[in-house]
């Protein structure tokens, strides 16, 4: 597998007409991707999990986070994605983002310091490096214990990684335990001013409900970790397949050539491939189909990223392409709130490892994995020269 092989059928990654199979719809062009997502009220289309679910039934927790609930739900009564997200989203501020980035470079640069005293000059950067990155920057921001991180990863991984019918299920007990106990000692102590002490504070004023609370904390940590670690190793991999990580090392420091190529990768190989809505209405396509009311719709973020009517050579990864209004992370009000902190990642990330590990290419005697769930995670093996990354250690 190549780093731009996308590891399902290929209509799922090619712009086309929407159609309905086993009772689902597929929007595939980036017209009505975007009409679906842009649908703030609920007219035709709505995200709300109150259409998923019977409010009798339980589900799991990370379908109380902000991204599974709309405006309105299904009975007509007001939904809970302002409330939500009016919590949240001074967090993810320009201002905020920008607080936590040198956090960000001394975790990349003591991670990939670690990669090097391996001393074997070979290393995967989604498993070494990628995933640490991300995980450490969403409990820092979170205020989650960091000691508990791996733990939390790979209930995050297991959740990501379940076909769709089996992602609604609870979680694991262990993990609700778990939050609730983080929550309880954050509650006896004094507030530290991360974000856990924001939602605690929302939940004992009734701003948000103790679900909400759980599925806020998962949520973020589900979202910060295998989305943007998969982001960051994606990027790495695709202008390495492309041949352009020497002229990436000579540019790192040019600010419109990295951000291009975050841009381009983010559109390329989205790590977060299809969104979920559902029907309100019947709904009548612009080529003419028709999805019935009620009817469960994948909106292929990854398809739409491919529609030759927005994007020029749309199957060419082009790291200078610009304007790039891509949707790896949505459009509209349902847009990921930490589409900035994943961003900035992006950019430390590529620039650390370009900096720390010369030579850096592709390990081609290893294979590439990318494997299909919610988030596509995947397996990076790089190799590098290690006599001058050694050098460059202080």
């Not at 501020?93 to 005293?117: H, K, N, T, Y």
């Not at 041949?243 to 600010?255: I, N, S, V």
């Not at 490892?353 to 990318?370: I, K, M, N, Q, W």
Request: some cysteine.
């Amino acid at each position: 597998m190549r780093p731009s092989d996308f590891p399902r059928d290929r209509k799922f990654h090619t712009a086309g007409p929407a159609f309905i199979e086993d009772g689902r719809a597929h929007l595939r062009r980036y017209a009505d991707v975007r009409r679906a997502m842009l649908d703030t009220e609920g007219v035709e289309f709505s995200q709300d999990n109150s259409y998923l679910f019977p409010e009798t039934e339980t589900y799991h927790i990370a379908f109380d986070f902000v991204w599974a609930t709309g405006q309105r739900t299904k009975d007509g009564r007001t939904g809970r994605h302002a409330a939500l997200s009016n919590v949240l989203k001074r967090w993810f501020s320009p201002r905020a983002i920008r607080g936590i980035s040198e956090q960000v470079e001394r975790d990349a640069a003591a991670l990939l310091r670690e990669i090097v005293e391996k001393g074997t000059g070979k290393t995967d950067l989604a498993s070494e490096f990628a995933y640490p990155l991300a995980m450490r920057t969403i409990m820092t921001m979170l205020g989650l214990p960091m000691q508990s991180g791996p733990w939390l990863a790979e209930h995050i991984t297991s959740f990501v990684s379940l076909p769709m019918a089996e992602q609604v299920l609870p979680a694991p007990q262990e993990v609700e335990d778990f939050l609730w106990d983080v929550i309880h000692v954050r509650q006896r102590g004094d507030s530290q001013g991360q974000l856990i002490d924001v939602l605690i504070a929302a939940w004992t004023t009734e701003a948000i409900t103790g679900r909400e609370l759980l599925g806020a904390l998962f949520g973020m940590a589900e979202a910060g970790n295998d989305s943007t670690a998969a982001s960051i190793a994606n990027l790495l991999a695709v202008v390495a397949e492309d041949g352009l990580l020497p002229e990436a090392a000579e540019r790192r420091d040019d600010d419109a050539w990295v951000r291009c190529a975050v841009e381009e990768s983010l559109r390329f190989v989205p790590s977060f491939p299809a969104g979920l809505s559902h029907t309100v209405t019947e709904v009548r396509l612009v080529d003419g189909i028709v999805v019935p009311a009620d009817t469960p719709v994948s909106l292929w973020f990854s398809a739409a990223n491919r529609d030759p009517n927005v994007f020029n050579k749309p199957d060419t990864f082009d790291h200078a392409r610009w304007p790039n209004p891509h949707m790896g992370f949505g459009v509209g009000f349902h847009r990921c709130l930490g589409a900035e902190l994943a961003r900035l990642e992006m950019r430390r990330g590529f620039r650390a490892a370009l900096r720390a590990l010369p030579g850096l290419d592709l390990d081609r005697t290893e294979p590439f994995e990318r494997t299909a769930g919610m988030v596509d995670n995947v397996m990076a093996p790089f190799e590098f020269d290690q006599q001058a990354a050694q050098a460059l250690l202080p």
